[in-house]
């Protein structure tokens, strides 16, 4: 009879038990679904650019070499970032202080070497309209990469003033070990953006 008992009470409580379900905060499902619709911006776009490229007479040109700058100073900017989502789980403040405000410095700086690629794209006679080609005719190649350059820049510049609200936010003691979800949007969403550019350079530099 007792083992009768306990027989039902261990179903009882396989049956009352819980069950695991998938749980998000909502802020972090809104940002997934935010990258989400960035990916698929900038997968139409490079799709738009293969189609072109494969009609033929495609216009090839060196990018400029800022761009690999760029590109170190993002990955550099990744790692600040980390750090300072690192240092606040560990509640040291100071410490994600300043990795917030490098990441920010280096946010501006990869900015301004996107301006200065561009400005070498234009010294070139490549323009937003095309490539000049001695005045027989305006290559569309030229179009492409300031729209992928620019494109990715505006969405930075979303990310930098993203980083700037989170870092007000510590100085108000509003981050800590036990509030971390902006800073780790914010990481998230850096570290998605730093993706999205080596992605785009290797894909110009293997492409054109």
């Known amino acids: 009879m007792l083992d009768i008992n306990k027989e039902i009470d261990q179903e009882i409580d396989f049956y009352e038990e819980p069950e695991a379900t998938f749980s998000m905060h909502p802020k972090k499902f809104a940002l997934w679904l935010f990258i989400l619709s960035i990916v698929m911006i900038f997968a139409s776009l490079t799709s738009a650019y293969i189609v072109k490229q494969s009609e033929g007479d495609w216009f ?23 750090w300072a989502f690192w240092s606040a789980k560990k509640n040291q403040l100071l410490q994600t202080k300043i990795g917030l405000f490098i990441t920010t410095l280096l946010g501006f700086a990869f900015l301004y070497t996107q301006w200065l690629g561009w400005g070498d794209l234009v010294q070139r006679g490549i323009f937003m309209g095309g490539v000049d080609l001695s005045g027989e005719a305006v290559h569309p190649a030229g179009s492409f990469v ?14 930098l003033i993203f980083i700037v609200l989170v870092t ?40 054109r």
């Open 60 to 82: 090839t040109f060196q990018l400029p070499e800022i761009l690999t700058i760029s590109s170190f100073i993002i990955v550099a900017s990744s790692v600040t970032v980390q």
């Open 146 to 159: 300031y729209v992928l350059m620019g494109v990715h820049a505006f969405h930075l510049i979303t990310g």
């Open 168 to 207: 007000f936010a510590t100085f108000r003691y509003e981050v800590h070990s036990k509030a971390l979800v902006r800073i780790e949007m914010s990481t998230i969403y850096w570290h998605f953006l730093g993706g999205v550019w080596l992605y785009l350079f290797l894909f110009l530099l293997l492409n």
